[in-house]
């Protein structure tokens, strides 16, 4: 699972705010870029699809996720709506502890609430301060060396999913999520709705 074990209960029962970094995070880090028929350029990145259902079990849980991260891009836009995370926020200074903050401040979360995951440098000034800064296993060694905690999976490869599994199974939160999951797509199947 991870290097560093399971999340403490006590940390884990804290977290309220589950921020995402994407490139390298969400993201294997490469940026795709063609042009169309049109001229037009065209980016792409490569999001792993199981890291989706992991912020959607996070949501279910009750913890709040955002996106922060310093390359701006529709693409990254579009993949927050698709996940339902209201809180996508794209700087291309990197600027993030502003951001973070504004975020907290209008939801009423202390630094102890909320987790980071991070791979690069310019997140060091977020995980300095979060109560659960997490390093993917790709991450920079400056990042890694801040981690409370870090993925086995590599940013693009599941890391979100691992930690979003680790973080609900350390609140005894995970069996009650999927079970609500599982029934959902069940129910939605025995109404024809599915």
Known sequence: M??????SPELASAIRLVILDVDGVMTDGGVYYGVSDSGERVELKRF???DGLGVHLLKRSGVEVAIVTGRRSEVVARRGRELGIEEV???PGAEKLPIVRDIMERKGFAWEAVAFLSDDLADIPVLRRVGLPVAVANAVPEVAAIARWRTGRRGGDGAVREFAEALLKSRGE???VVKDYLQEREDAEWTGTG
């Open 174 to 176: 995970w069996e009650r």
């Open 89 to 91: 926020h794209q700087d």
């Open 48 to 50: 792993e699809i199981t």
């Open 2 to 7: 991870s290097d560093a074990g399971m999340i």
